[in-house]
């Protein structure tokens, strides 16, 4: 019997040690699986932290973004470098100089040595016009009396008739079946252009085309490079300025306010802009406006000799407008200058390819009360009729005219650029900006 319990008491002490043993693998496997979710669980909490904190930081440089837009937009102070804190993080905004019309916003946010970085693009909001042509004219036609020069292309959907010594430096176009080209002196520029394009062609002895003459009922001109009758005539072209664009300038200038009338004495200094014009607009002679947006004139404009208009240089190598619903009239040596400036002595700085353009939106047809009168030594503007008449004083000069007709008295000169027709409108500095893109650059 002694040896049978000694043998029972070895057996329960081995399944008891074993018991043990598996005790303490299930407490190591158990420590370990709870060592792992701890370590999961501080991890997790270390990247969300991380990732709160990035947040935080992101969140601030965002708001150094949105302080910088809120002080340009209200025209608030600002300069650049700054810093802006917030809570326990700080951003330093940087906004560079207008370039091109444009400015870059740059915020870097900075949370517990978490940094982000965003960068902003805000520009002037434009609308495209393309002006192909020195001069383009309506039904109406386009008339030149003696001495009357364009340096540039015409197209007309009406007749141009021309007299003694006038000339064009490029091709012309009278479109249409009943397109009449008449009178006049065609040349090549620099080896180019002297072409004409009309169903009738005529003048005699005082019809020169340098190039050549295509036409589709007759011809009868003294020198032509070379003649062809293709029997199509030319398609008449609509006018480049549509009345959505009017309108959308119109809005853009009643979003400055409105004013009564308004009237800048001689001598005087003013800056206008954006702004609705309730009433006539005058300048008297001498007087001097900068336009920091655009101005809607629901009367007459009036521009007195030698008075000054030009853009604010915030337009950078944008053009400005001011739409008039009456008549426009600009007397002898009023200069107008792009954002370039005044050089003073009737002469503007040299051109950034920024203009000023006076559009009037009347319906007169008549040369002796027409809807543009731009008289003697007028200087590099556009002016556009939509519906009336444009008259060209003796010795007007301009950079390009559209209307629904067009009159050139002696000497009166247009001289087209090409960077016309890509030409962009804004509504100021003062205004009209956008932003243009915004993305995380660090």
Not at 214 to 235: A, L, M
Not at 255 to 265: C, D, E, P, V
Not at 301 to 326: E, H, K, M, Q, R
Request: charged residues 15%.
């Amino acid at each position: 019997m002694k040896i049978k319990n000694s043998k029972l008491k070895i057996k329960n002490s081995q399944e008891g040690f074993a018991a043990f043993y598996v005790a303490i693998i299930v407490l190591i496997i158990m420590a370990g699986i709870a060592l792992t979710l701890l370590f999961l669980v501080v991890n997790q909490q270390k990247i969300l932290s991380n990732s709160l904190t990035s947040y935080k930081s992101f969140s601030v440089t965002e708001s150094g973004i949105e302080d910088a837009l809120l002080r340009l937009s209200k025209d608030k102070k600002w300069f650049s470098p700054y810093n802006l804190t917030l809570g326990t993080g700080a951003s330093n905004v940087e906004i560079s100089d207008i370039i091109g019309g444009a400015r870059t916003i740059t915020s870097t946010g900075n949370v517990n040595n978490r940094i982000r970085k965003v960068r902003v693009v805000y520009k002037i909001s434009t609308e495209d016009v393309s002006f192909y042509y020195g001069i383009q004219v309506g039904a109406l036609g386009l008339q030149m009396t003696g001495n009357a020069v364009v340096y540039g292309n015409i197209f007309s959907n009406g007749p141009i008739t021309g007299a003694s010594n006038t000339k064009i430096y490029g091709d012309a176009i009278s479109a249409g079946p009943a397109g009449l080209i008449n009178t006049m002196r065609i040349k090549k520029s620099s080896g180019k252009g002297g072409n004409a394009w009309a169903a009738t062609i005529t003048g005699g002895d005082k019809c020169v085309i340098d190039g050549d003459a295509h036409y589709t009922t007759s011809i009868d001109c003294d020198t032509v490079g070379g003649s062809t009758s293709p029997g199509t005539p030319v398609t008449p072209q609509d006018m480049p300025i549509t009345q959505e664009k009017i309108t959308s300038w119109q809005n853009d200038a009643v979003a400055g306010g409105t004013i009564a009338g308004y009237s800048l004495g001689g001598n005087n200094t003013d800056s206008l802009g954006p702004v609705k014009v309730d009433g006539d607009m005058t300048l008297d002679s001498n007087a001097k406006l900068t336009i920091t947006g655009t101005i809607w004139v629901t009367g007459n404009l009036s521009l007195n000799s030698n008075a000054v208009i030009l853009l604010d240089p915030g337009y950078s190598s944008f053009s400005g407008v001011i739409v008039v619903n009456g008549h426009i009239s600009a007397s002898s040596n009023v200069v107008f200058c792009g954002s370039e400036g005044y050089k003073g002595g009737g002469k503007c700085n040299s051109s950034v390819g920024s203009y000023i353009m006076l559009l009037s939106i009347d319906g007169s047809d008549n040369p002796s009360n027409p809807a543009i009168y731009a008289t003697s030594n007028t200087k590099t503007a556009i002016l556009y009729a939509s519906n009336g008449l444009i008259k060209l004083g003796s010795n007007a000069k301009l950079k390009e005219a559209t209307g629904f007709g067009i009159y050139m008295d002696s000497n009166a000169e247009v001289t087209y650029e090409t960077g016309l027709a890509d030409i962009r409108f804004s509504s100021g500095p003062g205004g009209g900006w956008k932003v243009a893109s915004w993305k995380e650059i660090e």
